[in-house]
């Protein structure tokens, strides 16, 4: 049997929404890079910036990294 919108609860719409909302960022969000493989150089750098940040330590600010740049 087929259910309309102003059928519904509001905690069946909740729940609804809660589940396309879901299913969309899990679309959205699959890994793309999925059977690629990292260059150790790359890896190893990937890995040393998780570190640090687990550390509390934090790069550079935007504005300044854009100064540097020139992209101003």
Do not use: A, G, S, Y
């Given at each position: 049997?087929?259910?309309t919108v102003a059928q519904m609860t509001t905690?069946?719409?909740r729940e609804l929404l809660e589940e396309v909302i879901e299913q969309k960022l899990q679309e959205l969000l699959e890994?793309?890079?999925q059977g690629w493989v990292l260059k150790t150089?790359?890896?190893?750098?990937l890995?040393?910036?998780q570190q640090a940040t687990a550390a509390g330590e934090r790069g550079q600010l935007l504005e300044?990294?854009?100064q540097q740049l020139g992209l101003e």
């Open positions: 049997m087929m259910t905690t069946e719409f890994d793309t890079d150089k790359v890896r190893n750098q890995l040393q910036q300044k990294v854009v």
